[in-house]
């Protein structure tokens, strides 16, 4: 684990400009949050026990009306974590040390809380999720809940009561999973989002299209959010590292980039059986490029789910709960932000199953690709111990 953070562009940018006026937001919003945690500060970040880091970045600064705006993303990482937890917060103050100390009590309320409790173990709450012929067992953490414009009178609602059925079918085999759920509305203006290691998982979101639906905001902004935190009572056992996922993906989308013929898709193929070091992966990277570019780049919705075709069967589960495939879509996003030629995209995309089928109906019916929802992404491994992990 990195400890030893150096700042990005943008969070230089961000910074230069709090401290034109004389005020540092990061190091404000790091001690404001360290007096509540005990931690011990070091190189631009919070160091705890018990392995965990706590990183500040800004995303934006703003003077309106005599009023200091600011966006804090905190960055939480730990060894077990497959991906960083990362939580932005937008705080407000009437001096920037307001602000800084709101978003410090706002990360700590909604996040560190529920964090906290499970290093302790403290008021678990056991959930079980079984699919493709695997258990696995965790212990769930959510008690806070932030809410902001609500009144005092106002009893708050435990907005993961909303899906807690639901969450087994999103669980996978990792040691650690979030799921961060955020509700604002102004006027007639609402914002649902529920996000699972830092996904949207728009399923999710449906049912609480009818509560939010009961508030009034017409005259002031409303927002309630919760983080519950699932730890696995079982030590991480799946036999590869992101790292090793995330160099086969990278691998394949130059590779795929010049790729002509169905020889040469060939030896790509054997070429990243030997990378991954697994022909299961290489398979999962092959697959799931395409069709991970094809939704990026054509905008069409698609659903939360896989489907794994095993002979006559077709059978459902949550892309949560496959870990290579949000490393993988990792890959691609990290691909377009080098803007890659448009004909290198076109060529990988031309490979999805998803492209095809949609160009198939807009030929058809005229229907563009955004106005179309797909589903999920169907896939056929042909390994006979093929195991998701």
């Known amino acids: 684990m990195a400890l030893f953070k150096k700042k990005n562009q943008e969070e230089a940018v961000a910074n230069a400009a709090s401290e034109e006026k004389g005020f540092d937001y990061k190091e404000a919003i790091l001690n404001a949050l360290n007096e509540k945690l005990k931690g011990t500060l070091y190189d631009g970040c919070i160091i705890m026990p018990r392995g965990f880091t706590v990183d500040v970045r800004i995303g934006r600064t703003e003077d309106k009306e005599n009023v200091k705006l600011l966006q804090a993303i905190f960055i939480v990482e730990h060894d077990d974590f497959d991906e960083p937890l990362i939580e932005p917060v937008d705080a407000q103050g009437e001096t920037y040390e307001d602000a800084a100390k709101m978003a410090a009590d706002i990360f700590y309320g909604g996040v560190w809380h529920p964090l906290d409790q499970s290093m302790f173990k403290k008021n678990p709450f056991h959930i079980t999720s079984t699919y493709l012929n695997q258990h696995y067992e965790y212990d769930m953490y959510a008690q806070s809940i932030v809410r902001i414009g609500t ?167 949550k892309k949560t709960q496959l870990r290579s495939y949000f490393y993988i879509q990792q890959a691609v996003l990290e691909f377009l932000n080098t803007r890659p030629p448009q004909a290198d995209v076109q060529k990988i995309v031309m490979n999805s199953v998803a492209f095809r089928e949609l160009r198939k109906v807009n030929q058809e019916q005229g229907h563009e690709p955004k106005d179309l929802f797909v589903p999920g992404t169907a896939y056929k491994i042909s390994s006979e111990n093929y195991k998701v992990w």
């Open 151 to 317: 009144q005092p009178d106002e009893k708050p609602v435990m907005l993961i009561n909303g899906i807690i059925n639901q969450i087994p079918k999103y669980l996978g085999s990792k040691k650690y999973y979030w799921v961060r759920i955020y509700l604002a509305k102004h006027k007639e203006n609402e914002i649902i989002e529920v996000r699972v290691n830092g996904s949207v998982c728009n399923e999710l979101a449906r049912p609480y299209k009818e509560y939010i639906d009961t508030w009034n905001a017409s005259e002031r902004f409303l927002c309630e959010k919760q983080y519950a935190i699932f730890v696995q009572r079982e030590d991480d056992k799946c036999p590869f590292k992101k790292e090793v996922v995330m160099k086969t993906a990278k691998a394949a989308l130059e590779k795929m980039c010049n790729t002509n013929n169905r020889e040469e898709y060939l030896k790509m193929a054997e070429e990243l059986d030997e990378i991954a070091g697994n022909k299961d992966i290489a398979a999962e990277v092959r697959i799931f490029i395409p069709e991970i570019l094809a939704k990026l780049t054509l905008g069409y919705q698609e659903g939360d789910s896989l489907f794994l075709l095993e002979d006559d069967a077709r059978i459902e589960f």
